[in-house]
Nanobody, 125 residues
Framework: QVQLAESGGGLVQPGGSLRLSCAAT????????IGWFRQAPGKEREGVSC????????YYSDSVKGRFTISKDNAKNMVFLQMNSLKSEDTGIYYC??????????????????WGQGTQVTVSS
């Protein structure tokens, strides 16, 4: 059974850091890319960062470039999102999902439509 499970969200002050984790079961990250998406109240879902399966090519949205770092541990079948210099506009529910991506684009995999349940990130003083 394919499952994705996020963890690591919470409340942090502006300028602080959080590290999100996405644990994958039922499939191998050797063969599937994973990405992080976020959704804030009243806003559309935004693709934040993705990492490809074969060569770990990374993608970052302009809004997080230079502040967020995506990485993965194939042995543990996990993907991480290190978020530094957090801003109030980073607030939202963060989801991991199976993705197709390049260094210039990232989107949900239309064939392997798997998502986690989400983890809340709140950046506030």
């Amino acid at each position: 059974q394919v499952q994705l499970a996020e963890s690591g969200g919470g409340l942090v002050q502006p300028g602080g850091s959080l590290r999100l984790s996405c644990a994958a079961t039922g499939f191998s990250l050797d063969y599937y890319g994973i990405g992080w998406f976020r959704q804030a109240p009243g806003k559309e879902r935004e693709g934040v960062s993705c990492i490809s399966s074969i060569d770990s090519t990374t993608y970052y949205s302009d809004s997080v470039k230079g502040r967020f770092t995506i990485s993965k541990d194939n042995a543990k079948n996990m993907v991480f999102l290190q978020m530094n210099s957090l801003k109030s506009e980073d607030t939202g529910i963060y989801y991991c999902a199976v993705t197709r991506s390049t260094e210039n684009s990232c989107g949900p995999d239309p064939v392997n439509d798997y998502w986690g349940q989400g983890t809340q990130v709140t950046v506030s003083s």
